[in-house]
């Protein structure tokens, strides 16, 4: 029963986040880049570029990336799980323009003062935090 019930959820997630996944199978393939960690359905890679993009479950960070960046990147797998096809709309494009003028226009210089990455950063946090004492509780047994 567990299995077909983690089935269904597989078949669903999938179908809710077609186009990201697509472009992320896309990129797994197309990119230079080497798997540095699994989180769940989700596959981190290292790659040459200097930032990162997180595409359904597909995150690519900077080789070298720290346990923040990961994080961000994860956070927005979350958003990518929450929104489904709404994603690249609501936070891929704008994320990507954002990340070509943030010098420009942001306050400060502040990346995550754009509701897209301020979003990804505390879903990020989120996670980190219900993995750490996920990790915590299985080593108490
Ligand atoms: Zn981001």
């Given amino acids: 029963m567990l299995l077909i019930r983690s089935c269904v959820i597989f078949i669903i997630l999938l179908l809710w986040q077609f186009p990201q996944l697509m472009l992320g199978c896309i990129v797994r393939f197309a990119a230079g880049k080497r ?3 699994r989180v769940g359905r989700v596959s981190v890679y290292s790659w040459s570029l200097r930032s990162g993009l997180s595409l359904g479950w597909f995150c690519f960070v900077p080789e070298g990336a720290d346990e923040r960046i990961i994080a961000h990147e994860l956070g927005h797998t979350v958003q990518s799980t929450k929104l489904g096809p709404l994603y690249l709309l609501v ?3 704008p994320s990507a323009v954002w990340a070509l003028l943030y010098s420009l226009y942001s306050p400060e210089g502040n990346y995550c003062w754009f509701y897209t990455e301020r979003w990804a950063e505390r ?10 004492k996920s990790c915590a509780h299985e080593e108490d047994h």
Avoid: D, F, N, P
């Avoid at 879903?123 to 750490?132: D, F, I, P, T, Y």
């Fill in 35 to 37: 798997l540095i960690r």
């Fill in 91 to 93: 936070i891929g494009l």
């Fill in 123 to 132: 879903e990020g946090v989120r996670l980190s935090c219900l993995l750490a």
